[in-house]
């Protein structure tokens, strides 16, 4: 139980992060002021690194993780590309990073609640994933 849990977790930490990566990829051409620009790409890049430490564990179990599913991917991107269309502002870019990490933050915590008994790492892996996702949450308010 506990590695099929362990696994579990991490797949999903696995998925939100490349969503996460993804997402902010998205915004990126949108974006004009160089403090907006900066604070998505540090994001960006932290979000590449919590990436290649899920790597390193999910090899541990000789998994390879989870891709976003293609319906949350395609409604991700049809919302920021319309919602960008109508209005590329800043303001926008923010308000649609902190709905993306408050969704990230939420699942996280849901399956955190549900794989209890996941190993320490993983579920570690997986605070440090939601702390990132709230530190951009709260980088972006001075912007909405």
Request: proline share 3%; aromatic share 4%.
């Amino acid at each position: 139980m506990v590695e099929q849990d362990t696994i579990r977790l991490l797949r999903e930490c696995d998925s939100g992060v490349k969503m996460g990566i993804a997402s902010i990829g998205d915004v990126l051409g949108y974006v004009s002021s160089p403090e907006l620009k900066k604070l998505l790409q540090d994001s960006s890049e932290e979000h590449d690194g919590l990436k290649a430490d899920l790597q390193g564990i999910l090899a541990d179990y000789n998994d390879e993780g989870k891709e976003p599913p293609a319906m949350a991917k395609g409604m991700s991107w049809l919302k920021t590309n319309v919602k960008l269309t109508v209005d590329g502002s800043d303001s926008t870019v923010a308000d649609l990073m902190v709905d993306g990490c408050n969704m990230g933050v939420k699942s996280l915590s849901r399956y955190l609640n549900q794989y209890k008994a996941a190993d320490k790492r993983s579920k570690d892996m997986a605070k440090r994933i939601i702390s990132a996702e709230e530190r951009l949450s709260a980088d972006m308010r001075p912007f909405l």
